[in-house]
């Protein structure tokens, strides 16, 4: 008999090796697949048509005698009985289901949902699905490693109680517990300089017709070299200690210091610990840290957009002392971390070692920033501040002077000084400074506004002794005669662009710039087949305009306009070139009437790396 090709026909087939109780099985030559299906088939009497659809076929070789398979459809004559068969089992498989899913109700998502098997067959894990697993080895299970592998993954945890560390690399070298509740990150910086001048006549002249003091030379040397451990503890505290080691501090009492008498120093940078999540504050740092007054000063010298930041750093952000002062701070952001405010107590000091032995100085320092425009991470983003500074001069005396935009000597007197207000007696300082920062993918702009007034001021007479070997060098202030209220300024703009397509990172908490981290680092080697193959780093073009000016009224320290040009070269996130050109205009006169004014060019290269 020819039976046609049916739906019911193919569902027997189906039927039959669903049902069978051997899977295919390949031994000595003989395929044995879905036994009970060929046996179905034959017990029925049927054959088939030129039609008919192909079965698999049971072969044997001529060593080997054919294996008799039961058949589960042998009792299967008409197909009425398939039939009533097929619905009897549809039955039984909805009325599990549906147990199933009451059971399922019942806990409530408590009990692991059985693997469902695809179409290859069971899931894989559906066969050890009872089993209980043992990564760690037959002893596991009486072993703290054992105990913590069997802890749910929202069950309480007590900070402190694993102490273990893992190492990584995090652009330095870092070991961190599992919970991220410990952490201690080694590294440093270095940055080395060179650089070649020259300038007019002006600026040259001798330091008593009012020149450059010191005098301006070509130099090459180490501008930071700094040791730094930072890290957290009990998940809540942190802990910054950092050393400079490039630090020059004249041990002679010359006023014009020269390379006798001098001594490389390691002084004190960031030396704080802070405590996060403080309820109605957030966090508390205290130590030896950056007051919060100004967007550069705020942002790590790993990073800064320039060989140096503009003259605003030395008149006011950190004249003589790296900008780092011995304080308390507080910081906050609102919720949605488009605004920041930090407010602090600090003393005034003007050494780099965190030292006063006085006790006036003290400085009430408060920033305050938003970002109404914040996209995409922070590729896209408009950052406005305001920050304040009212405190008292450091034992009566101030100093404003500024050095250039490329520096011919390590921190300490033997640089360069292109504006100086002399030395001046004051009791009381208020300093506000403005921000307007914005970042837009590969481009970039910043700029910032510094007012100081200096209240009660005086000209001190020592400072202009015609016996005095830099006389000279400060400007028109009359010897030891009251100045009234002395009021300087100073202020830059600078655009940015990656020709390379990268962006700058932002941080949210300190409202700054972060590291940037390339795209593509820079490399070339040579492949198997022997073409070079190279990749460019991130390299970045930047244009930066500034001013300084110290004269008002009496005082006549002079002004400064500077236009600086720079090329930055992110080899990687921890490495950079920087090469400057800079071309400042000094307009000074000094006591005796001599025009010092005239041109400053410069060139500058820094390699810089930190870890």
């Not at 193919?10 to 000595?28: D, M, W, Y």
Request: charged share 20%.
């Amino acid at each position: 008999m020819t039976v046609p090709q049916t739906t019911a026909w193919q569902f027997l087939a189906r039927l039959a090796v669903q049902r069978s109780a051997a899977a295919c099985v390949s031994q000595a030559g003989v395929l044995l697949c879905a036994g009970g299906l060929l046996a179905a088939l034959s017990g029925g009497g049927i054959a088939w048509g030129a039609d008919a659809e192909e079965f698999l076929v049971i072969g044997e070789t001529d060593d080997t005698p054919a294996l008799t398979l039961p058949s589960v459809a042998s009792g299967f004559r008409t197909f009425e009985q398939v039939n009533e068969a097929v619905a009897d089992d549809r039955k039984k498989i909805s009325a599990l289901e549906a147990r199933l899913e009451e059971l399922e109700k019942k806990a409530g998502g408590g009990v692991e949902r059985l693997p469902v098997p695809d179409a290859k067959g069971p899931s894989p894990d559906a066969a050890t699905a009872g089993e209980t697993k043992d990564p760690a080895g037959k002893d596991a299970k009486n072993s703290k490693e054992a105990k913590k592998e069997e802890k749910k993954p929202d069950e309480p945890y007590e900070v402190g109680s694993d102490l273990g560390m893992a190492t990584k690399w995090n652009n330095g070298l870092q070991a961190e517990s599992a919970h991220k509740d410990f952490r201690v990150k080694i590294g440093g910086r270095i940055q080395m300089d060179e650089v070649a001048f020259t300038e007019g006549t002006g600026p040259a002249q001798p330091i008593k017709e009012g020149g450059l003091a010191p005098a301006l030379r070509n130099a090459m040397d180490f501008r930071r070299a700094r040791l730094r451990v930072d890290g957290r503890m009990y998940e809540v505290y942190d802990f910054v200690g950092e050393y400079d080691f490039a630090n020059q501090l004249n041990t002679n009492a010359s006023t014009i210091p020269s390379e006798t008498s001098l001594g490389n120093y390691a002084a004190i940078t960031e030396n704080w610990v802070q405590i996060r999540e403080v309820p109605g504050v957030g966090i508390i740092r205290a130590g030896n840290q950056k007051d919060p007054f100004g967007f550069e000063h705020m942002t790590s010298s790993r990073w800064t957009n320039f060989m140096e930041r503009s003259f605003a750093q030395d008149l006011y952000e950190g004249p003589f002392n790296n900008g780092f002062v011995p304080g308390v701070r507080l910081l906050n952001t609102t919720e949605d971390q488009r605004a920041t405010w930090s407010v602090g107590a600090f003393k005034n000091t003007v050494n780099p070692f965190g030292y006063i032995d006085n006790s006036s100085g003290n400085a009430a320092v408060g920033r305050l920033t938003w970002l109404p425009f914040y996209e995409d991470e922070g590729k896209k983003l408009l950052h406005l501040g305001i920050a304040g500074r009212a405190m008292q001069t450091n034992n009566g005396s101030v100093r404003y002077r500024t050095r250039g935009d490329l520096r011919d000597g390590p921190p300490g007197p033997l640089n360069a000084i292109y504006l100086d207000s002399g030395s001046l007696k004051g009791d009381w300082i208020n300093q506000v400074g403005l921000e307007l920062v914005g970042n837009n993918g590969p481009w970039s702009f910043q700029s910032e506004y510094f007012g100081n007034w200096l209240y009660n001021t005086t000209s001190a007479t020592a400072a202009f002794n015609p016996s005095s070997p830099n006389y000279g060098t400060a400007g028109l202030q009359p010897n030891g005669a009251p100045c009234g209220t002395y009021f300087t300024n100073s202020g830059y703009a600078e655009i940015l662009y990656f020709v390379t397509g990268d962006t700058r990172a932002y941080d949210r908490l300190e409202a700054r710039f972060e590291r940037v981290i390339p795209r593509n680092n820079f490399y070339v080697v040579r492949d198997t087949s022997g073409r070079i193959r190279s990749s460019e780093g991130a390299v970045q073009l930047a244009l930066r305009y500034q001013y300084a000016n110290l004269s008002d009224h009496q005082i006549n320290g002079g002004t400064l306009n500077a236009l600086t040009a720079g090329v930055n070269w992110m080899l990687n996130p921890n490495t950079r070139l920087y090469f400057n050109y800079d071309f400042t205009y000094r307009d000074f006169t000094n006591n005796l009437n001599n025009n010092a004014s005239g041109w400053i060019t410069g060139f500058g290269t820094r390699l810089a790396f930190d870890f």
